[in-house]
């Protein structure tokens, strides 16, 4: 017969692996700034190359997931999703390799999604356990990024870049009345 202590140490392991499978680190705080300046040094070649493709595309939206399901879709790595007012969440083949590296790379750093709208081109590299995200953001006319429930932005030291955090609980706190 195991002792109380044994069996809350087991206990606390099973939750705790049962948390990492799921996804979950238990973690709801975002990355540093300093963090998130890290991250984009160490992935700036490749956040270039994407958003220099997305550039060519005449869209006003579009997101690029991974392999989670999509509105009815199964992802498969060198898709894009069209948002709903562009033919309907059409899939459109990435065909160039340079792109497709990219966007394997960045997956690997732990980038989530990557969206562009509203002239804002977001890659997510943090989700927290509630509506809080963490990343990137480009926008080519420099002016501050248009995100959804924005709460801290700060510009990088590459022009047109900024690392943020979006976390709607403090934006409504902030917004309310």
């Not at 973690?27 to 958003?51: A, H, I, M, S, Y």
């Not at 801290?152 to 690392?163: A, I, T």
Request: with cysteine; aromatic share 12%; glycine share 6%.
């Amino acid at each position: 017969m195991m002792r109380p202590s044994v069996k809350c140490a087991a206990a606390m392991i099973l939750l705790h692996i049962l948390l990492l499978l799921s996804g979950c680190s238990g973690r709801n705080t975002p990355p540093t700034g300093q963090e998130v300046t890290n991250w984009f040094q160490n992935n700036e070649k490749d956040l270039n190359t994407v958003r220099d493709y997305l550039a060519t595309l005449d869209f006003d939206s579009m997101d690029i997931k991974d392999s989670k399901m999509i509105v009815g879709y199964t992802y498969i790595i060198g898709y894009t999703y069209i948002g709903e007012s562009q033919l309907n969440k059409t899939r459109l083949p990435i065909r160039e390799d340079t792109v497709l590296l990219a966007l394997r790379s960045l997956r690997k750093a732990g980038c989530k999604n990557i969206y562009y709208s509203r002239s804002t081109l977001q890659y997510c590299i943090w989700h927290g356990t509630s509506s809080i995200d963490c990343g990137v953001a480009y926008r080519a006319d420099g002016q501050m990024p248009d995100i959804a429930y924005l709460t801290q932005c700060e510009p990088l030291e590459v022009d047109g870049w900024y690392w943020y955090v979006a976390d709607f609980e403090e934006w409504r706190v902030q917004n309310a009345g």
